[in-house]
């Protein structure tokens, strides 16, 4: 088995009574497939909440709260089996473990989301056939024969689904992108527009073209208050929210939320400086040689500070006065480096702006990178952390190594709650996995794609249709 390549699907039985909250979000796949109740039932308790943020009050009911949160958030059982399985060459876009699915289950409002637009099942032909003039599937089929929809429809007899790529074109144009859209348009069942950077920044929202299904999320650049725009006004189908996006951006409201739905994040400080004079302190925070504070909760060094900008890479490591000092200084990958250790650094913490502070968690060097798409599937790849030495591995065709990666039962409950509990069904997220056992996510980054993967690139397709 090429585990390399391979991804997981979880079953999700459908023989309970219907989910509670999102749980419908955790079990549909394709309204094409059936309209059975969602089942509901407990999930991995493992997907525990140590290390999580004291203040988080969710974070505090320990393994009994993180069990009914994540029930909140999906009610499904935990995927099942704890390897990947090889999945057999898949029919034209089509996934082969999909599992019966949720027409119409009912789904509890949730606080984060994009104002009228939906985020539910992954499929972005189930939901578009259904979105199109609010038809049921029944309607929609009596109406095929209407004049209206005759120009419309696809090699199956049904309407073509309108999909709008709303995204900056180093992404929108990218290989995996291509690669998945050109899988989508093979079916015959999508007409798909990509909108391109003049459109998308130098038109109003109001006149980008109106789409069924929306694939659209933020990048540099990216107007994401114009997209949220765009999406209440035409309440498109969303494979990933947008106004969630904008939590996304800010390290806090990440780890607020990862917290709040009982995932494992390092034990951290947030230190604030909204509103506060330039290098002013809030109120409560101490530094003293080997560690820093706040109101009371201690992180000592080694430890990792972090702008509160999720687009800032500039991550600081702090080493201890046992451990020589000296501070390792992550960024933006610039040729073959991505880290560099200032040994003359006094230690002394940044005070330009907001900044978390976190344990470092020895891993043995590696970073997890997971890459969901719904709540049931995800994609795992290991690469040399930047904190190691710097330097980054590189194939012969110049592509950071990546090591094959089985995700555990804890860590599939884990990609599901995030794909969840952000509303992004394509995202990709990091995994420290810890040498104690447990795993700990440090980072979201919303959409992302799996690079270089064609199985990867059929499930995605498979799952999106
Ligand atoms: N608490 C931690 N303990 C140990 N290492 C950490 C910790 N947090 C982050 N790291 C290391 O620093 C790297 C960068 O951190 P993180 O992923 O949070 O930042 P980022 O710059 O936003 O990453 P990305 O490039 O994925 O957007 C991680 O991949 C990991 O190797
Ligand atoms: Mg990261």
Redesign the pocket.
Known sequence: MDQRRAGWEGEFPGDGPPGAGLGAEGREISLREGMDAPGAGSIASDSATEGAEPAAPAAAGGAGASRFRAEALGGGPAPRGDSTPEAPPPAPGRPQTASPVVGHAPRASFAWGTPGARAGSTSLQGRGLAHRRNLSRAEMRRSQSSQELRGALGADGLPRVKVAICAMSKKSQSKPMRAILERLRATGEFEIEVFSDDLILGQPQEAWPECDCLVSFFSSGFPLAKAVAYAARVRPYLINDLAVQADLLDRRRVYRRLAEVGIPV?KHIVVSRDGLAPGEDPPGFVEEEDFVELGGQRILKPF?E?PVS?ED?N?HIYYPHSMGGGVKK?FRKIANKSAEFDADHPGTVRRDGSYIY????T?GGT?VKVYTVGPRYAHAEARK???VDGKVLRTAEGKEVRFPVLLSPSEKEIARIVSLAFQQKVCGF?L?RSDKGRSYV??V?GWSFVKSSTKYYDDCAGILR
């Open positions: 390092p990792v972090k999720g890479h991550i992550l976190e344990a470092f968690m891993t970073d952390s930047p904190v990091d420290l440090c980072d980054n």
